[in-house]
DNA sequence: GGGCGGATTACCT
DNA sequence: GGTAATCCGCCCA
C-alpha cells in the first residue's frame, strides 16, 4: 500500500466558515501518521463538531482563552490535543479563520495501513473494530499525544488526504453529540456526523435511536 | 496552593 | 447498568 495516490487536504479545506459542512465531508477522508518511520492510516468514519464561542459543548464557549484552547484559536488546519479523563488524549483539527475557535473532534476511523503497528501501540492483540473506535483509542493506534496539540496538519508526517473516496449522501446521519450533557440545549445539536452501519462508530446506542 | 471534574474506555455484575 | 482508572486544566482563594 503506498500514499502516492493519496491528496493531501489543504489550508483551503479547512479554512472555511462552516465547521458543520467540513465535519461532515472528513467522513471518508484519511488521516496518515508516520512518525518515527511508522506508517499508520484510517480512514474517518465518525466526528463531531464543535461551533466555537456560541457552543456551550466546546472549550471556547464564550471566548474563553486559555494555554489549553489557545490552540482552538489558531490557523485552520492545526492539530489541537487534549487530556480527557486523565486517560485519554483526544484529536481535533482545527477549521476556520484565525481567532475563530472552530474545531472537530475525530471519534472513529477504519484502519487500513500499519495494523501491526496499531496493535502495539493499544497494547491489543486482536485488531478487532474497537482498535479505532472512539476518539482516545483513534489516538492512541495512531499514535497521536499531547505533544502534538498545536502542530500543522499540513506537514509531511502528519495529515489527512483523500483518495477519491466519498460516502454516498444516504450513509451520512446526524445526530448529537456523545457526552455533552452539561453544554444545555446545545446538547442536542445534530452536530455529530456517522457513516451509516459502520462498525467503528462509537456509541452505538444512538445510532440506533437515530435511524 | 487546593479541590473538583471531564468531548472516555474497559471490565465488572 | 455500574464504576475504576488517572491527571491536567480550570477556577477559586
Not at 57 to 66: P, V
Not at 77 to 84: F, M, P
Not at 180 to 192: C, F
Request: with cysteine.
Amino acid at each position: 500500500m503506498h500514499t502516492t495516490a493519496y491528496q493531501k487536504l489543504t489550508s483551503g479545506f479547512y479554512d472555511r466558515p462552516d465547521v458543520l459542512t467540513i465535519a461532515r465531508e472528513l467522513l471518508g477522508k484519511i488521516i496518515v501518521t508516520s512518525f518515527d518511520g511508522e506508517l499508520t492510516t484510517a480512514r474517518i468514519v465518525e466526528t463531531e463538531a464543535y461551533a466555537g464561542v456560541t457552543d456551550r459543548a466546546s472549550h471556547s464557549y464564550g471566548g474563553r482563552r486559555t494555554a489549553r484552547t489557545e490552540i482552538m484559536y489558531r490557523e485552520a488546519g492545526t492539530a489541537y490535543v487534549y487530556l480527557c479523563y486523565g486517560i485519554h488524549q483526544l484529536f481535533n483539527i482545527v477549521t476556520n479563520k484565525i481567532d475563530i475557535p472552530h474545531a472537530i473532534l475525530i471519534r472513529g476511523a477504519e484502519p487500513i495501513t500499519g495494523v501491526p503497528v496499531m496493535l502495539r501501540r493499544t497494547r491489543k492483540k486482536i485488531a478487532d473494530f474497537t482498535l479505532t473506535r472512539g476518539p482516545g483509542n483513534v489516538s492512541k493506534a495512531l499514535g497521536i499525544t499531547l505533544a502534538h496539540t498545536g502542530e500543522s496538519l499540513l506537514r509531511e508526517d502528519f495529515y489527512v488526504a483523500s483518495d477519491g473516496f466519498v460516502p454516498v449522501p444516504e450513509d451520512i446521519i446526524a445526530t448529537p453529540r456523545i457526552g455533552v450533557d452539561y453544554a444545555g440545549d446545545d446538547a442536542l445539536l445534530p452536530y455529530r456526523f456517522i457513516v451509516r452501519n459502520n462498525k467503528y462508530v462509537s456509541g452505538n446506542t444512538v445510532q440506533n435511536k437515530v435511524r
